[in-house]
């Protein structure tokens, strides 16, 4: 049976209203793909897998949640939905939004959205209105206007979404056989972790799958729950974890408490040498999503994990091409002239 979008995939187990009328766009069902070169430049000895959750259909996990919040409202014929987002979010809701027939509003922080993710969210036709603020504010405004206006609020608050998400979890084990030992993952507005270790304990209890044990990691610019308070004022060149107030970060802390596992900060040099390294693999994520795997990397190096022997899985939750800007800023456009000696002089002769 071809993929069906990952309500009808596993209805049973997702807690959502009956009236909820799917909207799909066949969302989920991303590769496991094994990364065997990064595990050895990480130590080797144990099995390495990225969830590319990039592979969506608008090129984020956020559709997994999206199809599930977009069902639920179109269900009680629900005309307008509004978002607040670093820029997957808006995109998806976007394009969910448009095949359901909605209106679309999204507000994000001024001059902090990755291009694609901005064109995503256009091309889907949503009026997205930029704020002089950070996403935590924009957040609020929304909290604030959707409980004024007959308008459904699609941020990862709304516990469709959730549930929408926690079908990954169920995709590994099922790929899998099992839970891996180590879940690795970006943390922003806290709700994927949060989904994720829903996800995990529901299918051990439905299935025996048993449990992960939960890395998150944020950006050091933007790490609210590993310094133990709000940042007021998040910086990071992975700008769809640069929120400094997650709305989810209290669950999130205890999956990673539940889990044994824990949730660290990355900085940016080691995020972005972490993309370089999957790039090296063939697998382009935009920057937030090579946290998970730039946290992994330094808690093997010192000695907080020891993979040997291991199965672990790091959730790479967006594409590349969301954020091409951040790769091509040291590219020179300067062209050569069209002769073929000009080209030899360059990349052949001597090397
Ligand atoms: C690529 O789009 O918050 O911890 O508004 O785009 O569930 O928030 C995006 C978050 C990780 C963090 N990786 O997930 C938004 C937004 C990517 C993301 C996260 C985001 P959460």
Not at 22 to 34: H, Y
Not at 62 to 67: A, L, S, W, Y
Not at 320 to 335: C, H, M, N, W
């Amino acid at each position: 049976m071809p993929h069906p979008g990952v309500i009808e995939a596993y209805r049973q187990y997702l807690d959502l209203p009956s009236h909820t009328r799917v909207v799909t766009l066949l969302e989920g069902n991303t590769p496991l793909i094994p990364l065997p070169a990064v595990a050895e430049v990480l130590g080797g000895g144990f099995e390495l897998f990225v969830k590319f959750e990039g592979l969506n259909p608008t090129g984020s996990f956020k559709d997994r949640g999206m199809t599930a919040a977009i069902s639920e409202a179109a269900g009680r014929d629900v005309k307008t939905v509004m978002c607040a987002s670093t820029g997957n979010t808006a995109a998806s809701a976007a394009a969910y939004a448009a095949r359901a027939g909605m209106r679309c509003i999204v507000l994000i922080p001024e001059g902090k959205v990755a291009a694609g993710k901005l064109a995503g969210a256009i091309a889907y036709g949503a009026e997205v209105l930029q704020i002089q603020g950070s996403f935590d504010d924009a957040l609020s405004l929304v909290v604030d206007l959707t409980s004024r206006y007959p308008v459904a609020l699609v941020n990862s608050l709304n516990p469709y979404r959730l549930e929408g998400q926690k079908t990954a979890a169920f995709e590994i084990c099922d790929v899998l056989g099992s839970a891996p030992d180590w879940l690795c993952l970006p943390v922003g507005n806290a709700g994927n972790i949060s989904a994720y270790w829903m996800g995990f304990k529901q299918y051990d209890q439905a299935k025996g799958t048993a449990l992960p044990q939960i890395l998150g990691v944020q950006a050091a610019g933007a790490a609210p729950l590993v310094l133990g308070h709000p940042v007021e004022h998040p910086e990071t060149v992975a700008t769809a974890i640069r929120i400094g107030r997650p709305a989810r970060g209290e669950q999130a802390l205890q999956a990673a408490e539940e889990s044994s596992g824990r949730i660290i900060a990355s900085t940016d040099d080691e995020i972005l040498a972490m993309q370089k390294l999957l790039a090296g693999s063939g697998i382009w994520v935009e920057p937030a999503s090579a946290a998970g795997l730039a946290g992994l990397r330094k808690q093997i190096n010192e000695g907080m994990i020891h993979p040997r022997g291991m199965r672990i899985v790091a959730v790479c939750t967006g594409h590349g091409l969301k954020d091409p800007e951040i790769v091509t800023r040291g590219f020179s456009y300067q062209a050569l002239p069209a002769d073929a000696a000009a080209i030899e002089a360059v990349v052949l002769k001597g090397k």
